[in-house]
């Protein structure tokens, strides 16, 4: 018999996280604030005026899909650009008051959806949750790599 997928860990796992995004979405709706946003809006109230290519390389987006990201956030009023005044071909990227309201309901929001995440959890059942994810997490990335090794190998041998 084949692997049945429909009663695996990582099936339910992606369920899961289907739920929790749509949730903080329902949460963070009446915002302005878009799926995907949230970390931009984060990043930028940890540290303002950003530029738009680093702020692409934290996040680990594409540089066109960071500027499609910033064009609607701009449109809504939650985000501007200015000239970088040391070199006008750079653009920095700043939160509007709307944006730092924004960024404080979309704190609060991810608060509550965590706090009712675990509701049910002991503080114990918590930090091995945690542990078990992060070595989840080291095992793909290793897995990632070791893949990525091989491919650049066979790559090699072809050329």
Known sequence: MGFDYSSALTHLMGHVMKLYRHNVDLLIQAYDVYP?????LIRLAESDGQ????LARKLTIKPATMTVMINRMVKTGLVERRNDPQDQRVSRVFLTEKGRRAEKAVREALREIEETCFAHFTPEE????RRLLLQMHTDLEELQSS???SAEICKERFE
């Open 36 to 40: 995907g946003q949230p970390p931009l």
């Open 51 to 54: 530029i738009q290519q680093e």
């Open 126 to 129: 918590k930090v091995l949750f």
């Open 147 to 149: 893949r990525h090794a």
